[in-house]
């Protein structure tokens, strides 16, 4: 298809973020579109998770405008974003530590449902909203841990579960930050195994994740951005961001660089 | 036909124990001292507020040290209405209480639920506070530091002035309070139990993650904040009667710090924790004055030792306890 033609679905234009008188994100602008699983790379510190901060409304540029579809959304706040569907999971586990599998996949889908201001009826009675959670717990392979409180599940787990959590809203755009730090590398693949037929099973339209592990990036991505010091250093597809020799060793650093031209070399 | 492990299932005997206090309350006027059924008409009227407190306070995590400001505008409520416009009908004094609270509650709630922890904490004492200086300054409406007085009234059109005011307090009173008790914490239940009481919960354990999952966090919090208020206003409109006259002493910080002593004491991790608790600190505090005129030293070290010992409370330590038997067997 022509790339001209998709449509665009979370887009960037000319973003500007400074902490003071650091400037985390330099005149950022892309587009993501409709059915594309986009990585965002780069070393610590380029502005990748300011960057998915901005993009979510958790905080407001300095300069700059995001759009969701045609809507301006820069600044919208967390809240309003996702009732818009866009969803996002978080770098470090961010889950409600005292609630069940079953209740922490609820109040994504009591939110979603509207039903929040419901004060009186029976939550564990609902059968629309239980039977979705478990559906979810399901796709994720967390209904046998239904019961178990979100703080004593392993770290991989925890982190599938804030994931889960954001996939029940249901969103047409989720942005994951890091979905698979923290977690054995023997799990790592299984975890962005579930997240892509999940995200198929759910009817996601677009992906965007941050993430360091290189291998999980050139597998699973449609197409790469590459960031340094606040600024879009490559954005093109696997395929290019391999090939671009500087790009590659700026963003990715020596160890990865070497990895990658010994890869090369090998085929 | 139930099967008796059907009966004896830990939700039906939950549910026994429950009914089983609940008769047992019901017939301490039959047997025990006129003075001991005063102490217990005075927790009812504190067990409504507590249970709304704890909404606030327990489920989404919210600590108010002004909340004796609801308690004081239910008061207050009875005794302009039974004073000053010959109202007598106690349904009608619940009704404008809740009313008033629910107004009040709103508009001070909107200004406090942008605030959370210490800033919260000291915005609803500085509305206590300043709600105390409203009531002993304008004395003459409020009649100052003196109060005013609340005379007694109709329990379900009933013109009960004909008895003895220690019979009625501890027999028609007690029973009316009573169920109005029963019929609130049932309410409670329900709510802490509904989809929106999961949004509280999840708004207490983390506000950001509740937010970006569609949770809308202050409002959430302003509905909490509305209904712990309308909760505090029935207890203090019929703690108003009971006590005969209400004076601004009831809106001043430390009668707030009583409610969050009382949810501590109890434990605000459990439902019926501050119900516990307001029975305890009520019964203590009446046993400890009658022994040493320092009490209040007495409560502070109690306070001192649970916050560092037991911060569970009461029904965290026998939560417990329970815990470690199961594991045990």
């Given at each position: 298809m022509n790339e001209e033609k998709k449509m665009a679905i979370l887009s960037a234009s000319d973003l500007r973020k400074y902490y003071g008188e650091f400037c985390a994100l330099d005149g950022v602008s892309f587009k993501i579109n409709e059915g594309e699983f986009v990585s965002i790379i780069g070393p610590n510190g380029a502005g990748k998770t300011t960057l998915i901060n901005v993009l979510t409304g958790l905080l407001t540029p300095n300069t700059g405008k995001v759009f969701y579809k045609d809507r301006e959304i820069t600044g919208i706040g967390p809240e309003k974003l996702s009732k818009l569907g866009v969803a996002r999971s978080f770098q470090l586990v961010n889950i409600f530590p005292n609630?069940?599998?079953?209740?922490?996949?609820?109040?994504?889908?009591?939110?979603?449902?509207?039903?929040?201001?419901?004060?009186?009826?029976?939550?564990?009675?609902?059968?629309?909203?239980?039977?979705?959670?478990?559906?979810?717990?399901?796709?994720?392979?967390?209904?046998?841990?239904?019961?178990?409180?979100?703080?004593?599940?392993?770290?991989?787990?925890?982190?599938?579960?804030?994931?889960?959590?954001?996939?029940?809203?249901?969103?047409?755009?989720?942005?994951?930050?890091?979905?698979?730090?923290?977690?054995?590398?023997?799990?790592?693949?299984?975890?962005?195994?579930?997240?892509?037929?999940?995200?198929?099973?759910?009817?996601?339209?677009?992906?965007?994740?941050?993430?360091?592990?290189?291998?999980?990036?050139?597998?699973?991505?449609?197409?790469?951005?590459?960031?340094?010091?606040?600024?879009?250093?490559a954005d093109a597809t696997p395929q290019e961001i391999e090939k671009n020799e500087e790009v590659v060793c700026t963003v990715l650093g020596q160890k990865e660089c070497f990895k990658i031209f010994s890869t090369l070399l090998k085929r | 036909m139930k099967t008796w492990q059907e009966i004896t299932s830990l939700k039906n005997v939950k549910i026994w124990v429950l009914i089983i206090i609940g008769l047992f309350l019901l017939g301490i006027p039959l047997f025990a001292s006129q003075f001991l059924n005063y102490l217990m008409l005075t927790f009812f009227a504190y067990a409504i507020t507590v249970i709304g407190f704890n909404l606030l306070f327990g489920y989404t995590g919210l600590l108010s040290f002004g909340h004796a400001l609801f308690m004081t505008v239910g008061a207050y409520t009875a005794a302009f209405l039974t004073g000053k416009f010959s109202v007598l009908y106690m349904e009608a004094i619940l009704v404008v209480a809740v009313i008033i609270s629910s107004i009040l509650a709103a508009l001070i709630g909107a200004i406090c639920v942008r605030y959370i922890k210490i800033y919260?904490?000291?915005?609803?004492?500085?509305?206590?506070?300043?709600?105390?200086?409203?009531?002993?300054?304008?004395?003459?409406?409020?009649?100052?530091?003196?109060?005013?007085?609340?005379?007694?009234?109709?329990?379900?059109?009933?013109?009960?002035?004909?008895?003895?005011?220690?019979?009625?307090?501890?027999?028609?009173?007690?029973?009316?309070?009573?169920?109005?008790?029963?019929?609130?914490?049932?309410?409670?239940?329900?709510?802490?139990?509904?989809?929106?009481?999961?949004?509280?919960?999840?708004?207490?354990?983390?506000?950001?993650?509740?937010?970006?999952?569609?949770?809308?966090?202050?409002?959430?919090?302003?509905?909490?904040?509305?209904?712990?208020?309308?909760?505090?206003?029935?207890?203090?409109a019929l703690l108003a009667p009971a006590i005969g006259q209400v004076d601004p002493g009831l809106t001043y910080w430390t009668h707030s710090g009583t409610l969050v002593f009382m949810t501590l004491l109890g434990g605000f991790e459990n439902f019926f924790g501050p119900l516990i608790g307001g029975i305890v600190y009520i019964f203590l505090q009446d046993k400890v004055m009658s022994l040493t005129t320092y009490w209040r030293f007495i409560f502070g070290a109690i306070l001192a030792f649970l916050v560092i010992v037991a911060p569970g409370g009461i029904a965290g330590v026998v939560s417990s306890l329970v815990k470690k038997e199961k594991r045990d067997e």
């Open positions: 609630f069940t599998v079953l209740e922490f996949l609820m109040v994504a889908i009591v939110s979603r449902l509207g039903k929040g201001t419901n004060f009186y009826s029976s939550l564990l009675r609902n059968q629309e909203v239980t039977g979705e959670a478990l559906e979810v717990a399901k796709l994720f392979g967390l209904e046998e841990k239904k019961n178990v409180l979100a703080k004593n599940l392993p770290q991989g787990d925890k982190k599938l579960l804030d994931v889960a959590s954001a996939f029940a809203l249901q969103p047409e755009v989720i942005l994951l930050d890091e979905p698979t730090s923290g977690v054995s590398t023997s799990e790592k693949n299984k975890i962005m195994e579930i997240l892509v037929s999940a995200s198929k099973e759910i009817g996601i339209k677009s992906i965007i994740q941050v993430e360091h592990d290189m291998d999980i990036v050139f597998s699973f991505s449609d197409r790469i951005i590459a960031m340094h010091q606040g600024k879009i250093l | 919260f904490a000291m915005l609803t004492l500085a509305f206590g506070m300043l709600f105390y200086t409203f009531l002993l300054k304008f004395y003459y409406l409020t009649g100052g530091d003196e109060g005013m007085r609340v005379l007694r009234p109709y329990l379900l059109g009933f013109n009960l002035s004909e008895i003895p005011k220690m019979q009625y307090l501890t027999r028609s009173y007690y029973i009316y309070t009573f169920v109005i008790l029963v019929i609130l914490t049932f309410v409670m239940w329900k709510i802490v139990s509904s989809p929106f009481g999961l949004c509280l919960k999840a708004i207490r354990d983390n506000p950001e993650k509740a937010e970006y999952l569609g949770v809308s966090v202050k409002r959430y919090r302003w509905y909490a904040f509305i209904i712990s208020g309308a909760y505090a206003a029935i207890g203090g």
